[in-house]
């Protein structure tokens, strides 16, 4: 990536790493079931001792594969695994390598699905605590003896808050605990996570990568920083692997293969489609997003404008030192939140719409607190 440029090296990953018949893209493959010549090839790729080999569609096509790779590039990272959405990749990373009795430190201030799955695991015995992960002392306060991941969002979606990134990764990689970003909002086009010591890194294929709201998606990518061979919870049968691979392999085993939450080949393939645009996409929509956020800073109806890009914001300096742009992500909040439906049934242009990741401009408003809270720009969280 780094020889060719960013969009360069997106649009022609299909033809560099070979396509079927000189395809400048990759095929749908929508075989389910994979045939072989010799039996013992066949028990090589059910064993995990034959490399490259495709044993049942649930844990991956070739397809899939492409789009793993080409993420896998984008972020930096030693290998990628493909999910049917965002949250199903979420899901997987922390029910595969979590156990009852340990700790997880979470931000508070994540999507409001991730919160709520966060309540699941407390159910399942896995203690779960939340801190300002704006404030690193508050993350080192928390640590306890059992912990084993961090997990923060390097734009929180919808308060646009900015953990601090770079002190977290440095006191996870002191302690040897999991860290866990998720690069939803940002993309690797703004920000790498493997930058500041990520262990894994976690993107809504969905929202910014894919970037036209038509394909569900998620991805989880090993920066290859975190010992895996020293992380207590690898099952025994995916020791036989390098230390670099067990991670993952364990949560393609398990999130795949057991929890079967498969991305399918089509998805996958308007998903490549989608990234090859992502740079392009991303600055325009930076670029509208602090334009809209000017405009609504002097508009006498607004309270507070909440964008990373604006001087005032309380993360301003992390959004400059580290991020290429501040997102398409902005909020705002009215003086009056009680006419906050008069104000987003006047709007023409931006579409009332039930989530986020799109290239039209989606509003959607925002409980918090008792207190309504309109969010608008590029495009925008649901609740």
Same mark, same amino acid.
């Given at each position: 990536? @780094? ?5 360069? *090296? ?8 070979? /396509? ?10 929508? %075989? ?8 013992? @090839? &066949? ?9 490259? !080999? ?5 844990? *991956?096509?070739?397809?899939? $594969? ?7 590039? &984008?972020?930096?990272g030693v290998g990628t695994i493909c999910f049917s959405t965002g949250m199903a990749a979420i899901t997987a990373t922390f029910l595969t390598l979590l156990r009852a009795g340990d700790h997880l430190v979470s931000s508070r201030y994540v999507f409001g699905n991730t919160n709520s799955l966060l309540g699941t695991l407390r159910t399942l015995g896995v203690e779960v605590t939340t801190v300002d992960a704006c404030d690193v002392e508050d993350v080192k306060n928390a640590i306890r003896p059992n912990t084993r991941m961090v997990f923060v969002e390097t734009i929180a979606n919808p308060g646009t808050q900015i953990p601090d990134l770079r002190a977290i990764g440095k006191v996870c990689g002191e302690r040897g605990i999991a860290y866990v970003v998720?690069?939803?909002?940002? =993309? ?10 990520? /262990?894994?890194?976690?993107? /809504? ?18 920066? !290859? ?36 939450? %498969? ?6 393939? %308007? ?14 929509? =930076? ?8 405009? #609504? ?8 404008? &909440? ?9 301003? !300096? ?8 501040? %997102?398409?992500?902005? /909020? ?13 049934? $006047? #709007? ?13 401009? #989606? ?13 608008? =720009? ?6």
């Open positions: 990536m @780094d020889k060719q440029g960013f969009t360069t *090296g997106i649009v022609h990953a299909d033809r560099n790493t070979g /396509s079927d018949h000189g395809g400048i893209h990759q095929p749908i493959h929508t %075989s389910v079931q994979y045939g072989f010549d010799r039996v013992e @090839d &066949l028990i090589g790729v059910f064993q995990g001792t034959k490399k490259g !080999g495709f044993n049942y569609a649930r844990q *991956g096509t070739p397809t899939t $594969a492409a789009l793993e790779r080409k993420i896998t590039s &984008l972020e930096e998720d690069n939803t909002i940002t =993309s690797p086009a703004l920000f790498k996570p493997k930058a500041v010591g990520a /262990s894994l890194v976690i993107n /809504s294929l969905t929202k910014t990568i894919a970037g036209h709201g038509a394909a569900l998606g998620g991805a989880v990518t090993d920066t !290859g920083l975190f010992d895996w061979g020293a992380y207590p919870n690898i099952a025994h049968e995916y020791r036989r692997s390098t230390m670099r691979e067990q991670g993952l392999l364990q949560i393609r085993k398990k999130g795949l293969r057991d929890m079967g939450a %498969s991305l399918s080949s089509e998805q996958a393939h %308007s998903i490549a489609l989608g990234a090859e645009t992502l740079a392009l996409r991303v600055k325009q929509c =930076s670029d509208n997003a602090l334009a809209l956020a000017h405009f #609504l800073e002097g508009h006498k109806a607004i309270g507070k404008v &909440l964008y990373p890009g604006l001087k005032n914001h309380p993360q301003y !300096g992390i959004a400059q030192e580290l991020f290429k742009g501040a %997102s398409w992500l902005l /909020s705002f909040e009215l003086i009056d939140p009680k006419r906050m439906i008069e104000v987003v049934n $006047a #709007l023409e242009l931006p579409i009332k719409a039930t989530g986020l990741g799109d290239t039209r401009t #989606l509003i959607i408003p925002v409980r918090q607190k008792n207190v309504w809270v309109d969010e608008g =720009s590029g495009r925008l969280p649901s609740a």
